[in-house]
């Protein structure tokens, strides 16, 4: 079954604390996956996907295929960082979302 | 910028009423989506549309639910007879040919169902 397990609904630090948002998948094959954001009033958009190997906004991910890991990762966080992050996997022409996790950047 | 445009941006509709959303996607894009997040819950696919026909659908996109792209630039979503549990963010999304391409989303609908 394709699948995106992202087990914390909330995640909460404060500015200048590294930042980890776990993701786990469940995919036969070579999987595809992304980080999506949605910050307050705005819509989703894309932050990052594993092929591109990019950091954006100071954020990275790294594909783990042993672990089925996909974490998002910030050395230090700032407050414009807070919004829901989604993880998502491609499972043919679609995406398949997590649940997502709520940052919340403290001052 | 090219974006996503989705209208209405809320609609409340009373049980059993048909609803349309609709969707402009950006010009060039070649892939439509909708999906839907009941509040509180994730984000659904439920279906995608390429070349004029429904390329991949999911368990939830069932007969009450079609899909048009009338001219070359809306697309469509039609809810029949709605349900109580259909309130929820209806979110349009397209993206390019590219195999790696990006999904860019609307701003949503919002459906309420009284």
């Known amino acids: 079954a394709q699948r995106v397990t992202q087990p914390e609904k909330l995640l909460s630090v404060f500015k200048g604390a590294p930042v980890e948002l776990k993701c786990n998948y469940s995919?036969?094959?070579?999987?595809?996956l992304f980080w999506y954001v949605q910050y307050s009033r705005q819509r989703l958009q894309l932050l990052l996907r594993h092929i591109s190997r990019e950091s954006i906004k100071g954020f990275t991910a790294d594909l783990n295929k042993g672990e089925t890991s996909f974490h998002l990762k910030k050395p230090f966080a700032q407050e414009e960082d807070s919004a829901m992050y989604y993880c998502a996997l491609r499972g043919g022409y679609k995406l398949i979302f997590g649940s997502g996790t709520r940052l919340l950047v403290r001052p | 910028e090219p974006e996503v445009t989705q209208t209405p941006s809320h609609q409340v509709t009373q049980m059993g009423q048909e609803v349309i959303l609709r969707c402009v996607p950006i010009s060039n894009h070649l892939y439509f989506y909708w999906y839907r997040q009941i509040l509180g819950q994730k984000v659904e696919f439920l279906v995608s549309f390429y070349n004029n026909e429904i390329s991949e659908k999911s368990e939830i996109f069932d007969d009450q639910f079609s899909v048009e792209r009338p001219d070359g630039s809306n697309f469509t979503l039609k809810i029949r007879s709605t349900k109580l549990e259909d309130s929820a963010m209806y979110f349009c999304a397209s993206r390019t040919d590219s195999n790696t391409g990006e999904l860019f989303f609307g701003e949503g609908s919002r459906l309420t169902v009284l």
């Open positions: 995919y036969s094959g070579s999987p595809e």
